[in-house]
């Protein structure tokens, strides 16, 4: 099985920018490529992308341009960017290329996979990290890493044996996992509770890492998932939701997640990502869900209050 040699990354927001920019110094120029469209790349260049004050040096190509397939492809777009991203890396897709996708939830894999096949596809998260992206500045205290491994648990195949080859050459945090579905829903329990949390309070990781109604919110819609969880056949105990309040826990406490960055920012966020998700789930096994229904009517009351530019 050949090693990785090339990337391609789609979605410059905040994972996109991390993890390209730490690439970047590690690759030669030319084997990692941004793809993005000829309007975002001219305002790429005019204004320049910036991470931790740092000027990031990117090879751009447009989904058009006619390439050689890449090793390896990362999805760091926002769910609602991903059918247009689908399209966007057909160029970049070859019989061998292996495929991460850092979104969050719990549907992007499958949704990639319908296109490109599922023998591409390695499930994925990104945990830990606390980028905080404004207009074209990324800042980060924690990096985080990519997790990541095969649908089937107990499972260490050559493609992740591959990709993890690649994160150690490169320096890149990472985890190579053996139970990835339920990190995958552990990651989703997680951002169910911490990113609709913080939009609806308006606040950052500091509000809901002291005890308080934020914190007992955020608990309290976690463990409707982990109720969830147990009827999809990914059961998440007690036990894991303290790992993941301990990950919380290490994050800067200025910082704060993509949902609350979007409430500021007046745009749409992911909600229906996650309490959208969370309610489908809860009406399919017959699970009450009322913090998350009383999360997602809070953030569309939000949302409806934008001007319609956005």
């Given amino acids: 099985m050949a090693e990785i040699k090339t990337v391609s990354i789609i979605g410059l927001g905040a994972l996109g920018i991390l993890f390209g920019h ?3 110094k590690k690759m030669p120029a030319k084997n990692l490529r941004i793809i993005a469209d000829q309007q975002r790349i001219e305002r790429y260049e005019r204004e320049g992308v910036y991470c931790n004050g740092e000027k990031c040096h990117f090879h751009y190509v447009t989904p058009e341009e006619t390439v050689e397939p890449a090793d390896l492809v990362l999805f760091t777009v926002k769910f609602n960017g991903l059918d247009e991203a689908v399209e966007a890396v057909k160029q970049h897709v070859g019989p061998d290329t292996v495929i991460l996708s850092a979104l969050n939830g719990i549907s992007s894999e499958e949704i990639i996979g319908r296109t490109y096949g599922m023998d591409k596809m390695l499930y994925c998260v990104a945990q830990g990290m606390d980028a905080v992206k404004t207009g074209n500045q990324l800042t980060y205290a924690h990096m985080g890493m990519l997790c990541f491994g095969e649908k089937e648990p ?9 990709v993890a080859r690649f994160f150690e050459q490169t320096d890149l945090p990472y985890e190579a996992d053996t139970q990835m579905m339920k990190r995958l829903w552990g990651k989703f329990m997680l951002n169910v509770g911490v990113n609709q949390t913080v939009a609806v309070y ?11 109604p934020a914190r007992e919110m955020m608990i309290a819609a976690m463990r409707e998932v982990e109720a969830l969880s147990e009827k999809e056949g990914f059961p998440l105990t007690e036990e894991d939701l303290r790992y993941w309040l301990k990950v919380v826990g290490n994050l800067s406490p200025a910082g704060k997640p993509s949902m609350a960055q979007d409430v500021e920012a007046k745009r749409y ?3 229906g990502l996650f309490s959208g998700t969370v309610i489908k789930l809860g009406k399919k096994y017959g699970v009450q869900v009322p913090v998350n229904e009383e999360l997602n009517r809070r953030i569309r009351e939000i949302e ?6 956005h």
Wanted: no cysteine; aromatic share 10%; proline share 0%.
């Fill in 269 to 271: 966020s992911e909600v």
């Fill in 202 to 212: 308006k606040s950052n990781y500091g509000e809901i890492q002291k005890d308080g």
């Fill in 304 to 309: 409806s209050t934008y001007t319609a530019v």
């Fill in 154 to 162: 107990g499972l260490f195949s050559d493609k992740m044996k591959k």
């Fill in 22 to 24: 730490h690439l970047s």
